[in-house]
């Protein structure tokens, strides 16, 4: 957020139900502050009857563009003017920006996010599995993907996402749970996109809720494997705590976070470089408050 408010200040925001525990205002605001924009960031709760009235009162009131969160990823489609290709093949934005002539454009940096803390590891080619079939895996099968991950596996308990993916994306391998060890031996990254994980405590095989895979699953994983939990609090996660007690490379969702949310900001600021570093630190700053 710019040091004060004006007449000029202009509106980003952000739109979900609930939006109480969002680090999306701070970390934005703090980028906002360092780079001098006139612009303020706010969290918008709106209840899913609502979501089509906030869309269009946010272009009455000249917002310059906001996030978009569960539960209205997908819902939001069909009030876009423009929808680019990635969000599309994925059936979810996040990110929402004025067309110049009117309306609204949508994309996903959801995407961009996931992948970031990837790139530097140059994992063209590796064995991948993807746990968990929801909105989240979605955005996370089309990077992998992008990046030539494979083969592409993906786990998940709904017989029927499981189909929708595959016809979504043919190239994929989809399992059930039942089936998940049989392929752990030739997995090199693990990508948790269950919410199996939110709760704390010690992994204990009857409550399933702590961890996504048991500390016998984990050690099936080859030397080197990396695994990545999409879920940033608790943070570390207890599968990163196991996967890096066992020598695995632990990442966390905290960097996907931060990761989409300066690919926005940098496009509502019309492609300007935003500092990543501050983000990071006013989100942490806030977790670690809360
Ligand atoms: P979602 O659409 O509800 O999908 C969750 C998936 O997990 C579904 O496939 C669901 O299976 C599966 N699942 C839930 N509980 C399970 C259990 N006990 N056993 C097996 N599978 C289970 O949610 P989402 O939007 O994809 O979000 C998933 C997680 O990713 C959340 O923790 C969210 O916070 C996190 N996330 C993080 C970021 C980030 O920036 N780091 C971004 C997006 C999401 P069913 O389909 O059968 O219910």
């Given at each position: 957020m710019h040091s004060s408010i004006s007449g000029t200040t202009r509106l980003l925001g952000l739109i979900g139900d609930p939006v109480d525990h969002s680090l999306s205002p701070a970390m934005h605001n703090a980028a906002l502050a360092a780079?001098?924009?006139?612009?303020?960031?706010?969290?918008?709760?709106?209840?899913?009857?609502?979501?089509?009235?906030?869309?269009?009162?946010?272009a009455a009131i000249g917002v310059r563009g906001f996030n978009v969160t569960i539960p209205h990823k997908q819902a939001i489609l069909p009030l876009l003017q423009q929808v680019d290709a990635r969000a599309s093949a994925v059936g979810a934005v996040n990110t929402v920006y004025p067309l110049p002539g009117g309306g609204w454009a949508g994309t996903n940096t959801d995407i961009d996010g996931f992948l970031q803390p990837l790139?530097?590891?140059?994992?063209?080619?590796?064995?991948?599995?993807?746990?968990?079939?929801?909105?989240?895996?979605?955005a996370v099968i089309q990077g992998c993907l992008e990046q030539g991950l494979q083969p592409l596996r993906v786990v998940g308990r709904s017989p029927q996402k499981l189909a929708t993916l595959q016809q979504t994306w043919p190239q994929i391998q989809v399992l059930t749970?039942?089936?998940?060890?049989?392929?752990l031996a030739q997995t090199q990254l693990v990508i948790?996109?269950?919410?199996?994980?939110?709760?704390?405590?010690?992994?204990?095989?009857?409550?399933?809720?702590?961890?996504?895979?048991?500390?016998?699953?984990?050690r099936l994983l080859p030397t080197g494997?990396?695994?990545y939990d999409l879920i940033y609090v608790p943070d570390p996660t207890l599968l990163l705590q196991m996967a890096a007690d066992?020598?695995?490379?632990?990442?966390?969702?905290?960097?996907?976070l931060i990761q989409q949310g300066a690919k926005a900001l940098s496009l509502w600021l019309g492609g300007k470089p935003v500092p990543v570093a501050m983000m990071r630190q006013a989100a942490q700053q806030q977790l670690a408050q809360s």
């Open positions: 780079l001098g924009e006139n612009y303020c960031y706010v969290p918008f709760p709106v209840a899913p009857d609502h979501l089509a009235a906030a869309v269009a009162g946010l790139l530097p590891l140059k994992l063209k080619g590796i064995p991948t599995l993807i746990l968990g079939s929801g909105g989240a895996a979605r749970w039942a089936e998940l060890d049989s392929c948790n996109t269950t919410p199996i994980g939110m709760q704390k405590g010690e992994f204990d095989a009857k409550n399933t809720a702590t961890s996504p895979l048991s500390w016998e699953q984990l494997a990396i695994v066992l020598g695995h490379t632990p990442i966390t969702g905290l960097e996907m």
